[in-house]
Protein backbone atom coordinates (compact mmCIF):
# COMPACT_ATOMS: atom_id res chain seq x y z
CA UNK A 1 0.00 0.00 0.00
CA UNK A 2 2.94 2.49 1.10
CA UNK A 3 4.70 1.84 -2.13
CA UNK A 4 1.18 2.11 -4.46
CA UNK A 5 1.28 5.62 -2.39
CA UNK A 6 4.59 6.60 -2.95
CA UNK A 7 4.35 5.52 -6.75
CA UNK A 8 1.26 7.62 -7.48
CA UNK A 9 2.69 10.50 -5.48
CA UNK A 10 5.89 10.48 -7.59
CA UNK A 11 4.08 10.35 -10.65
CA UNK A 12 1.29 12.98 -9.89
CA UNK A 13 4.00 15.57 -8.42
CA UNK A 14 6.85 14.61 -11.10
CA UNK A 15 5.23 16.46 -14.02
CA UNK A 16 3.85 19.76 -11.90
CA UNK A 17 2.67 23.19 -13.40
CA UNK A 18 4.69 26.53 -12.48
CA UNK A 19 3.27 29.59 -13.27
CA UNK A 20 7.45 30.97 -13.92
CA UNK A 21 6.59 31.15 -17.62
CA UNK A 22 2.88 33.50 -17.29
CA UNK A 23 5.36 36.39 -15.89
CA UNK A 24 6.59 36.74 -19.61
CA UNK A 25 4.54 37.88 -22.25
CA UNK A 26 6.65 37.91 -25.25
CA UNK A 27 5.39 38.95 -28.77
CA UNK A 28 8.11 37.11 -31.01
CA UNK A 29 5.62 37.58 -33.75
CA UNK A 30 7.26 41.10 -35.58
CA UNK A 31 9.52 40.99 -38.35
CA UNK A 32 11.70 43.76 -37.87
CA UNK A 33 11.86 46.53 -35.42
CA UNK A 34 10.27 49.61 -36.71
CA UNK A 35 10.44 52.21 -34.23
CA UNK A 36 8.36 55.16 -35.08
CA UNK A 37 7.20 53.57 -38.18
CA UNK A 38 5.76 50.65 -36.05
CA UNK A 39 1.98 50.86 -36.30
CA UNK A 40 0.93 47.84 -33.58
CA UNK A 41 0.10 48.48 -30.17
CA UNK A 42 2.93 50.89 -28.31
CA UNK A 43 2.05 51.03 -24.14
CA UNK A 44 2.09 54.33 -24.34
CA UNK A 45 1.55 57.59 -26.98
CA UNK A 46 4.16 60.65 -27.40
CA UNK A 47 3.86 62.90 -29.81
CA UNK A 48 5.97 64.46 -32.34
CA UNK A 49 7.39 66.48 -29.81
CA UNK A 50 9.84 63.59 -28.67
CA UNK A 51 10.62 62.22 -31.76
CA UNK A 52 14.08 61.02 -32.03
CA UNK A 53 15.92 61.87 -35.27
CA UNK A 54 16.79 58.62 -37.86
CA UNK A 55 20.15 59.03 -37.52
CA UNK A 56 20.21 58.58 -33.75
CA UNK A 57 18.52 55.17 -33.70
CA UNK A 58 21.00 52.18 -34.32
CA UNK A 59 19.43 49.04 -34.15
CA UNK A 60 21.72 45.89 -33.52
CA UNK A 61 22.57 42.53 -32.26
CA UNK A 62 24.73 41.50 -29.65
CA UNK A 63 25.49 37.79 -28.40
CA UNK A 64 24.19 37.40 -24.98
CA UNK A 65 26.36 34.87 -22.32
CA UNK A 66 29.02 33.68 -24.97
CA UNK A 67 30.75 31.16 -23.33
CA UNK A 68 27.66 29.69 -22.24
CA UNK A 69 24.06 29.77 -23.01
CA UNK A 70 25.14 32.02 -26.06
CA UNK A 71 21.88 33.62 -28.05
CA UNK A 72 21.55 36.40 -30.35
CA UNK A 73 19.78 39.37 -28.76
CA UNK A 74 18.70 42.91 -30.48
CA UNK A 75 19.56 45.83 -28.81
CA UNK A 76 18.73 49.74 -29.60
CA UNK A 77 21.27 52.78 -28.76
CA UNK A 78 19.46 55.77 -29.23
CA UNK A 79 22.21 58.31 -29.30
CA UNK A 80 25.81 59.32 -30.82
CA UNK A 81 27.46 56.12 -31.16
CA UNK A 82 30.74 58.09 -30.86
CA UNK A 83 30.46 59.98 -27.71
CA UNK A 84 29.76 56.99 -25.49
CA UNK A 85 33.03 57.03 -24.08
CA UNK A 86 32.15 60.06 -22.97
CA UNK A 87 28.10 60.16 -22.71
CA UNK A 88 25.80 59.50 -19.51
CA UNK A 89 23.90 56.04 -20.99
CA UNK A 90 20.17 55.34 -19.73
CA UNK A 91 20.21 51.47 -19.89
CA UNK A 92 16.52 50.67 -20.07
CA UNK A 93 15.21 47.65 -18.84
CA UNK A 94 11.28 47.26 -20.49
CA UNK A 95 8.74 45.05 -19.40
CA UNK A 96 7.20 41.71 -19.69
CA UNK A 97 5.43 42.44 -22.62
CA UNK A 98 6.05 42.61 -26.40
CA UNK A 99 9.24 43.66 -27.74
CA UNK A 100 11.45 47.16 -28.33
CA UNK A 101 8.21 48.39 -30.59
CA UNK A 102 5.83 47.95 -27.81
CA UNK A 103 8.01 50.18 -25.13
CA UNK A 104 9.68 52.68 -27.92
CA UNK A 105 7.42 55.29 -26.61
CA UNK A 106 9.23 55.08 -23.46
CA UNK A 107 12.33 54.77 -24.44
CA UNK A 108 11.95 58.41 -26.82
CA UNK A 109 11.16 60.02 -23.63
CA UNK A 110 14.20 58.86 -21.40
CA UNK A 111 15.97 60.15 -24.82
CA UNK A 112 14.77 63.40 -24.13
CA UNK A 113 15.25 63.89 -20.40
CA UNK A 114 17.79 67.06 -19.98
CA UNK A 115 17.22 67.78 -23.44
CA UNK A 116 17.03 65.75 -26.71
CA UNK A 117 19.91 63.54 -26.53
CA UNK A 118 21.29 64.86 -23.78
CA UNK A 119 21.92 61.07 -22.62
CA UNK A 120 22.34 58.36 -24.37
CA UNK A 121 19.64 55.10 -24.11
CA UNK A 122 20.36 51.85 -24.64
CA UNK A 123 17.46 49.23 -24.81
CA UNK A 124 17.56 45.38 -25.78
CA UNK A 125 14.89 42.79 -25.94
CA UNK A 126 15.57 40.14 -23.58
CA UNK A 127 15.90 36.38 -25.14
CA UNK A 128 12.79 35.03 -26.14
CA UNK A 129 10.92 38.86 -26.75
CA UNK A 130 10.51 40.14 -29.80
CA UNK A 131 13.24 39.40 -32.69
CA UNK A 132 16.13 37.88 -29.48
CA UNK A 133 16.72 34.36 -29.51
CA UNK A 134 15.67 31.76 -26.84
CA UNK A 135 13.08 31.73 -24.26
CA UNK A 136 12.40 33.78 -21.63
CA UNK A 137 14.12 32.62 -18.20
CA UNK A 138 15.51 34.76 -15.42
CA UNK A 139 18.90 34.37 -15.25
CA UNK A 140 19.02 34.85 -18.90
CA UNK A 141 17.49 37.85 -18.58
CA UNK A 142 20.07 38.77 -16.22
CA UNK A 143 22.35 37.84 -18.71
CA UNK A 144 21.21 39.91 -21.77
CA UNK A 145 21.22 43.05 -19.69
CA UNK A 146 24.65 42.26 -18.24
CA UNK A 147 25.94 41.79 -21.81
CA UNK A 148 24.54 45.21 -23.37
CA UNK A 149 26.66 46.73 -19.80
CA UNK A 150 29.65 44.86 -21.26
CA UNK A 151 28.79 46.50 -25.26
CA UNK A 152 28.76 49.91 -23.24
CA UNK A 153 32.02 49.20 -21.25
CA UNK A 154 33.86 48.32 -24.85
CA UNK A 155 32.94 51.44 -26.00
CA UNK A 156 34.10 53.02 -22.56
CA UNK A 157 31.50 53.64 -20.25
CA UNK A 158 32.29 53.70 -17.13
CA UNK A 159 29.86 52.77 -14.12
CA UNK A 160 30.09 56.07 -12.60
CA UNK A 161 28.19 57.42 -16.39
CA UNK A 162 25.49 54.17 -16.25
CA UNK A 163 22.03 54.91 -15.37
CA UNK A 164 20.00 51.75 -15.00
CA UNK A 165 16.06 52.07 -15.10
CA UNK A 166 13.80 49.22 -14.74
CA UNK A 167 10.57 49.28 -15.46
CA UNK A 168 8.05 46.53 -14.39
CA UNK A 169 9.75 42.85 -15.07
CA UNK A 170 12.98 45.02 -15.93
CA UNK A 171 12.82 46.02 -11.77
CA UNK A 172 14.50 42.50 -11.70
CA UNK A 173 17.71 42.80 -13.87
CA UNK A 174 17.90 46.65 -12.85
CA UNK A 175 18.05 45.93 -9.24
CA UNK A 176 20.20 42.32 -9.24
CA UNK A 177 22.45 44.35 -11.45
CA UNK A 178 22.91 46.98 -9.63
CA UNK A 179 22.91 45.41 -6.13
CA UNK A 180 25.37 42.41 -7.69
CA UNK A 181 27.19 44.15 -10.44
CA UNK A 182 28.96 42.11 -13.09
CA UNK A 183 30.37 44.25 -15.99
CA UNK A 184 29.65 47.21 -14.74
CA UNK A 185 28.31 48.98 -11.23
CA UNK A 186 25.63 51.51 -12.25
CA UNK A 187 25.84 54.61 -10.47
CA UNK A 188 21.92 55.29 -9.95
CA UNK A 189 18.97 53.11 -9.85
CA UNK A 190 15.26 53.91 -11.29
CA UNK A 191 11.96 51.71 -10.49
CA UNK A 192 8.98 51.78 -12.26
CA UNK A 193 6.56 49.85 -10.81
CA UNK A 194 8.52 47.31 -9.28
CA UNK A 195 7.97 44.20 -8.00
CA UNK A 196 8.44 42.99 -4.70
CA UNK A 197 8.89 39.84 -5.11
CA UNK A 198 6.89 36.28 -5.45
CA UNK A 199 5.83 36.00 -2.57
CA UNK A 200 4.21 39.15 -2.52
CA UNK A 201 2.29 38.54 -6.01
CA UNK A 202 1.30 34.72 -4.12
CA UNK A 203 0.33 36.63 -1.12
CA UNK A 204 -1.69 39.42 -3.57
CA UNK A 205 -3.74 36.69 -5.54
CA UNK A 206 -4.62 34.49 -2.81
CA UNK A 207 -5.31 36.70 0.45
CA UNK A 208 -3.21 34.05 2.24
CA UNK A 209 0.19 33.75 2.97
CA UNK A 210 0.87 30.74 1.02
CA UNK A 211 4.54 30.68 -0.40
CA UNK A 212 5.90 31.56 -3.72
CA UNK A 213 7.16 28.28 -3.82
CA UNK A 214 3.94 26.90 -4.21
CA UNK A 215 3.33 28.31 -7.42
CA UNK A 216 6.73 28.99 -9.26
CA UNK A 217 10.59 28.56 -9.16
CA UNK A 218 11.22 32.03 -9.65
CA UNK A 219 13.94 33.59 -7.52
CA UNK A 220 13.52 37.51 -8.37
CA UNK A 221 13.72 39.18 -4.98
CA UNK A 222 13.96 42.88 -5.34
CA UNK A 223 12.93 43.69 -2.07
CA UNK A 224 15.52 41.87 -0.70
CA UNK A 225 18.34 42.67 -3.20
CA UNK A 226 17.43 46.60 -3.10
CA UNK A 227 18.83 46.01 0.48
CA UNK A 228 22.34 45.74 -0.95
CA UNK A 229 21.97 48.99 -3.19
CA UNK A 230 23.92 51.91 -2.15
CA UNK A 231 23.67 53.98 -5.22
CA UNK A 232 20.79 56.61 -4.76
CA UNK A 233 17.10 54.94 -6.05
CA UNK A 234 14.14 56.92 -7.74
CA UNK A 235 11.17 54.84 -7.29
CA UNK A 236 7.39 56.06 -8.80
CA UNK A 237 4.47 53.79 -9.30
CA UNK A 238 0.77 54.74 -9.77
CA UNK A 239 -1.36 54.42 -6.76
CA UNK A 240 -4.05 52.91 -8.71
CA UNK A 241 -1.70 50.04 -10.26
CA UNK A 242 -3.60 46.71 -10.22
CA UNK A 243 -1.01 44.50 -11.10
CA UNK A 244 1.58 45.25 -8.85
CA UNK A 245 -0.10 46.99 -5.75
CA UNK A 246 1.91 50.24 -4.81
CA UNK A 247 1.26 49.04 -1.12
CA UNK A 248 2.51 45.53 -1.17
CA UNK A 249 5.19 45.85 -4.02
CA UNK A 250 6.57 49.16 -4.44
CA UNK A 251 6.64 50.17 -1.03
CA UNK A 252 8.28 47.37 0.56
CA UNK A 253 10.91 47.98 -2.25
CA UNK A 254 11.43 51.20 -1.13
CA UNK A 255 11.32 50.96 1.99
CA UNK A 256 13.60 48.29 2.43
CA UNK A 257 16.22 50.58 0.65
CA UNK A 258 19.32 51.50 2.82
CA UNK A 259 21.56 53.26 0.21
CA UNK A 260 22.70 57.01 0.05
CA UNK A 261 19.84 58.55 -1.37
CA UNK A 262 16.44 57.95 -2.42
CA UNK A 263 12.96 59.89 -3.83
CA UNK A 264 9.79 58.45 -4.36
CA UNK A 265 7.15 59.41 -6.74
CA UNK A 266 3.67 57.85 -5.55
CA UNK A 267 1.17 59.10 -8.72
CA UNK A 268 -2.00 59.70 -7.83
CA UNK A 269 -4.58 57.56 -10.39
CA UNK A 270 -1.46 56.01 -11.93
CA UNK A 271 -2.02 52.87 -13.07
CA UNK A 272 0.81 50.61 -13.90
CA UNK A 273 1.45 50.90 -17.75
CA UNK A 274 0.14 54.98 -17.80
CA UNK A 275 2.59 56.56 -14.73
CA UNK A 276 4.03 58.68 -17.09
CA UNK A 277 1.11 59.59 -18.84
CA UNK A 278 -1.10 60.51 -15.81
CA UNK A 279 1.96 62.36 -14.47
CA UNK A 280 2.33 63.90 -17.72
CA UNK A 281 5.46 64.00 -20.12
CA UNK A 282 7.33 67.36 -19.28
CA UNK A 283 6.90 66.55 -15.21
CA UNK A 284 8.09 62.62 -15.81
CA UNK A 285 10.87 64.14 -17.85
CA UNK A 286 11.60 66.80 -14.78
CA UNK A 287 11.28 64.37 -12.50
CA UNK A 288 14.05 62.21 -13.72
CA UNK A 289 16.27 64.76 -14.65
CA UNK A 290 16.14 66.12 -11.21
CA UNK A 291 17.39 62.58 -10.14
CA UNK A 292 19.94 62.62 -12.02
CA UNK A 293 21.24 66.05 -11.54
CA UNK A 294 21.21 65.70 -8.05
CA UNK B 1 3.38 43.91 -16.71
CA UNK B 2 1.81 41.94 -20.02
CA UNK B 3 -2.33 41.31 -19.27
CA UNK B 4 -3.33 38.40 -20.80
CA UNK B 5 -0.62 35.37 -19.15
CA UNK B 6 0.14 37.61 -15.78
CA UNK B 7 -3.71 37.31 -15.23
CA UNK B 8 -3.43 33.65 -15.70
CA UNK B 9 -1.07 33.56 -13.10
CA UNK B 10 -3.12 35.45 -10.69
CA UNK B 11 -6.40 33.28 -11.71
CA UNK B 12 -4.46 30.42 -11.16
CA UNK B 13 -2.72 31.32 -7.74
CA UNK B 14 -6.38 32.72 -6.78
CA UNK B 15 -7.66 29.14 -8.20
CA UNK B 16 -5.82 27.19 -5.96
CA UNK B 17 -6.43 28.87 -2.23
CA UNK B 18 -10.05 30.99 -2.54
CA UNK B 19 -12.74 29.36 -1.41
CA UNK B 20 -11.87 26.00 -1.94
CA UNK B 21 -14.75 23.33 -1.85
CA UNK B 22 -18.46 22.96 -0.91
CA UNK B 23 -19.37 23.10 2.81
CA UNK B 24 -17.77 19.35 3.50
CA UNK B 25 -20.65 18.35 6.26
CA UNK B 26 -24.05 19.74 6.24
CA UNK B 27 -25.97 17.14 8.60
CA UNK B 28 -23.65 14.61 10.57
CA UNK B 29 -23.89 10.95 8.66
CA UNK B 30 -25.61 8.51 11.25
CA UNK B 31 -23.06 6.11 13.09
CA UNK B 32 -21.22 3.61 11.05
CA UNK B 33 -21.80 5.28 7.80
CA UNK B 34 -19.46 6.46 5.09
CA UNK B 35 -20.13 8.94 2.37
CA UNK B 36 -17.92 9.62 -0.68
CA UNK B 37 -18.35 13.01 -1.87
CA UNK B 38 -16.51 15.32 -4.93
CA UNK B 39 -17.26 19.29 -5.75
CA UNK B 40 -16.10 21.23 -8.73
CA UNK B 41 -16.38 25.02 -8.59
CA UNK B 42 -14.93 27.94 -6.86
CA UNK B 43 -14.82 31.70 -7.14
CA UNK B 44 -17.25 33.62 -9.73
CA UNK B 45 -15.14 35.30 -12.24
CA UNK B 46 -15.70 37.51 -15.12
CA UNK B 47 -14.20 35.70 -18.16
CA UNK B 48 -14.62 37.35 -22.18
CA UNK B 49 -18.09 39.07 -20.62
CA UNK B 50 -19.72 36.17 -19.08
CA UNK B 51 -19.62 35.46 -15.11
CA UNK B 52 -18.08 32.03 -14.96
CA UNK B 53 -16.94 29.64 -11.91
CA UNK B 54 -12.98 28.79 -11.49
CA UNK B 55 -13.08 25.06 -12.08
CA UNK B 56 -11.64 23.92 -8.18
CA UNK B 57 -12.04 20.11 -8.05
CA UNK B 58 -12.09 18.22 -4.76
CA UNK B 59 -12.90 15.05 -2.91
CA UNK B 60 -13.97 14.02 0.49
CA UNK B 61 -14.95 11.03 2.51
CA UNK B 62 -17.28 11.07 5.77
CA UNK B 63 -17.45 8.61 8.04
CA UNK B 64 -20.48 8.87 10.90
CA UNK B 65 -18.07 7.93 14.01
CA UNK B 66 -20.65 8.75 16.45
CA UNK B 67 -24.06 9.95 16.43
CA UNK B 68 -24.16 13.50 15.51
CA UNK B 69 -20.48 13.14 14.92
CA UNK B 70 -18.71 13.12 11.46
CA UNK B 71 -15.34 13.02 10.88
CA UNK B 72 -14.35 14.08 7.26
CA UNK B 73 -11.35 14.07 5.12
CA UNK B 74 -10.42 15.76 1.59
CA UNK B 75 -8.29 16.32 -0.90
CA UNK B 76 -7.81 19.12 -3.78
CA UNK B 77 -6.62 18.05 -7.41
CA UNK B 78 -6.15 21.58 -8.32
CA UNK B 79 -3.39 22.00 -6.01
CA UNK B 80 -1.82 18.79 -6.97
CA UNK B 81 -0.94 19.74 -9.81
CA UNK B 82 1.37 22.36 -8.64
CA UNK B 83 2.95 20.18 -6.62
CA UNK B 84 1.01 20.79 -3.60
CA UNK B 85 -0.72 18.78 -1.52
CA UNK B 86 -3.47 20.06 -0.44
CA UNK B 87 -5.90 18.33 2.35
CA UNK B 88 -8.39 19.29 5.24
CA UNK B 89 -9.93 17.44 7.78
CA UNK B 90 -12.71 18.55 10.22
CA UNK B 91 -15.20 17.03 12.71
CA UNK B 92 -19.09 17.84 12.00
CA UNK B 93 -20.50 17.94 14.92
CA UNK B 94 -24.14 18.46 15.71
CA UNK B 95 -25.20 21.17 18.09
CA UNK B 96 -28.06 21.45 17.72
CA UNK B 97 -31.67 19.35 15.95
CA UNK B 98 -35.03 20.08 17.12
CA UNK B 99 -37.21 17.77 18.15
CA UNK B 100 -38.93 16.64 14.86
CA UNK B 101 -35.23 16.65 13.41
CA UNK B 102 -36.52 18.76 10.57
CA UNK B 103 -33.80 21.77 11.79
CA UNK B 104 -30.50 21.48 13.18
CA UNK B 105 -26.92 22.87 13.26
CA UNK B 106 -23.48 21.47 12.82
CA UNK B 107 -20.21 23.21 13.61
CA UNK B 108 -17.11 22.14 11.55
CA UNK B 109 -13.54 22.81 13.32
CA UNK B 110 -11.50 21.89 11.04
CA UNK B 111 -7.34 22.42 9.70
CA UNK B 112 -6.51 22.50 6.01
CA UNK B 113 -2.95 21.45 5.19
CA UNK B 114 -0.65 22.56 2.47
CA UNK B 115 2.47 20.58 2.03
CA UNK B 116 5.28 22.12 -1.06
CA UNK B 117 7.11 18.96 -2.51
CA UNK B 118 9.03 21.42 -4.16
CA UNK B 119 11.34 23.61 -1.34
CA UNK B 120 9.33 21.51 1.30
CA UNK B 121 7.01 24.86 2.48
CA UNK B 122 4.13 24.21 4.65
CA UNK B 123 1.13 25.85 5.43
CA UNK B 124 -1.60 25.18 8.13
CA UNK B 125 -5.04 27.07 8.00
CA UNK B 126 -7.28 26.50 11.02
CA UNK B 127 -11.13 26.32 10.18
CA UNK B 128 -14.44 26.85 11.87
CA UNK B 129 -17.97 26.09 10.06
CA UNK B 130 -21.28 26.56 11.47
CA UNK B 131 -24.40 25.19 8.92
CA UNK B 132 -27.64 25.64 9.80
CA UNK B 133 -29.68 23.62 7.89
CA UNK B 134 -33.40 23.19 7.40
CA UNK B 135 -35.25 19.29 5.98
CA UNK B 136 -37.95 20.60 3.85
CA UNK B 137 -39.29 17.28 2.56
CA UNK B 138 -40.26 13.93 3.28
CA UNK B 139 -37.55 12.78 1.13
CA UNK B 140 -34.90 15.01 3.59
CA UNK B 141 -33.75 17.41 0.82
CA UNK B 142 -31.90 20.10 2.77
CA UNK B 143 -32.01 23.65 2.34
CA UNK B 144 -28.66 25.18 4.19
CA UNK B 145 -26.89 28.10 5.12
CA UNK B 146 -23.96 28.95 6.75
CA UNK B 147 -20.83 30.61 7.59
CA UNK B 148 -17.19 29.97 8.72
CA UNK B 149 -13.75 31.44 8.85
CA UNK B 150 -9.63 30.08 7.57
CA UNK B 151 -7.70 31.61 10.65
CA UNK B 152 -4.35 33.03 8.98
CA UNK B 153 -1.53 31.86 11.62
CA UNK B 154 1.05 33.85 10.30
CA UNK B 155 1.85 36.59 12.12
CA UNK B 156 4.44 38.22 9.20
CA UNK B 157 4.00 38.36 5.37
CA UNK B 158 6.59 38.09 3.08
CA UNK B 159 9.58 40.79 3.57
CA UNK B 160 8.41 40.57 7.29
CA UNK B 161 5.43 43.00 6.27
CA UNK B 162 2.56 43.63 8.93
CA UNK B 163 -0.08 40.61 8.40
CA UNK B 164 -3.45 42.36 7.87
CA UNK B 165 -6.04 39.24 6.78
CA UNK B 166 -5.99 37.21 9.68
CA UNK B 167 -8.96 35.72 8.34
CA UNK B 168 -10.41 34.49 4.95
CA UNK B 169 -14.34 34.48 6.07
CA UNK B 170 -17.30 33.70 3.94
CA UNK B 171 -20.97 32.72 4.38
CA UNK B 172 -22.88 30.22 2.32
CA UNK B 173 -26.26 29.07 0.83
CA UNK B 174 -26.99 25.90 -0.72
CA UNK B 175 -29.77 23.24 -1.14
CA UNK B 176 -28.90 19.48 -1.29
CA UNK B 177 -31.15 17.35 -3.10
CA UNK B 178 -31.89 13.39 -1.62
CA UNK B 179 -31.94 10.62 -3.20
CA UNK B 180 -31.61 7.12 -1.26
CA UNK B 181 -27.77 6.69 -1.61
CA UNK B 182 -26.98 9.81 -3.45
CA UNK B 183 -27.07 13.10 -3.03
CA UNK B 184 -26.61 16.37 -5.36
CA UNK B 185 -25.64 19.76 -3.87
CA UNK B 186 -25.93 23.22 -5.22
CA UNK B 187 -23.95 25.75 -3.02
CA UNK B 188 -23.58 29.71 -3.09
CA UNK B 189 -20.22 30.89 -1.25
CA UNK B 190 -19.58 34.81 -0.91
CA UNK B 191 -15.66 34.09 -0.23
CA UNK B 192 -13.21 36.59 1.38
CA UNK B 193 -16.09 39.56 1.90
CA UNK B 194 -13.63 42.06 3.89
CA UNK B 195 -11.03 42.18 1.51
CA UNK B 196 -11.13 44.61 -1.35
CA UNK B 197 -11.37 42.69 -4.90
CA UNK B 198 -11.55 45.88 -6.47
CA UNK B 199 -7.49 46.56 -6.55
CA UNK B 200 -6.16 43.27 -8.02
CA UNK B 201 -6.17 42.14 -11.46
CA UNK B 202 -8.43 39.71 -11.88
CA UNK B 203 -11.62 39.91 -12.40
CA UNK B 204 -13.64 38.72 -9.25
CA UNK B 205 -17.57 38.78 -8.90
CA UNK B 206 -17.27 40.71 -6.05
CA UNK B 207 -20.35 43.05 -4.58
CA UNK B 208 -19.06 46.30 -4.35
CA UNK B 209 -15.63 45.35 -4.87
CA UNK B 210 -15.51 43.01 -1.30
CA UNK B 211 -14.43 39.45 -1.91
CA UNK B 212 -15.69 37.26 -4.13
CA UNK B 213 -19.02 34.92 -4.93
CA UNK B 214 -18.58 31.25 -5.82
CA UNK B 215 -20.59 28.65 -7.44
CA UNK B 216 -19.93 25.08 -6.06
CA UNK B 217 -21.62 21.63 -7.34
CA UNK B 218 -21.35 18.44 -5.39
CA UNK B 219 -22.15 15.06 -5.49
CA UNK B 220 -21.92 11.94 -2.96
CA UNK B 221 -22.81 8.75 -2.48
CA UNK B 222 -23.28 6.98 1.16
CA UNK B 223 -22.33 3.36 1.81
Partial sequence: MRTTIFILSALLFSSCLRLDSLL???????????FDEFDGLAEIDVDATYKIADTLIHPFTLQSDPQGDNKTIHVVYVGDLENIATDTVFLYCHGNAGHLDFYWPRIKL???????????????????????EGPPTEEGMYKDVDACMQWLKDR????????????????APATELTAKPRTL???????????????????????????????????????DEIKKVEEPFFWIHG?????????????????????????????????????PTVMGYPEYIEAVESFIKR | MGVIRTVGYFLLVGLVSAGCNATRVIKPLEKGEKQVSASVGGPGIIF?????????????????????????????????????????VGLGISAFKSETEK???????????????????????PQIEGTCWWQYSEKEHLIYGGAGTWIELVKRKAHDQVQTNEFMPW???????????????????????????????????SPANQGTVGLYLGISRRF
Fill in chain 2, 48 to 88: GGAPIPLPLSSVNYAHGIDTGMTLVAGGHFTSALFGVAQMD
Fill in chain 1, 110 to 132: LANVGEKNRFGVLAMDYRGFGLS
Fill in chain 1, 24 to 34: YNPDSSIDGYY
Fill in chain 2, 103 to 125: FGLTVTPGLNLFYDFNENNSRIY
Fill in chain 2, 171 to 205: VSLGHQFNLEKWSYLTELKYIGFQQNTGSVVVNYI
Fill in chain 1, 185 to 223: QPSKLMLETPFASDEVMVEDASGLSLPGSFFSDLEINNA
Fill in chain 1, 239 to 275: TDDKFLQMATHGETVFANYNGSYSEAHRIEGGAHSDV
Fill in chain 1, 156 to 171: GLTSDRLLIYGYSLGS
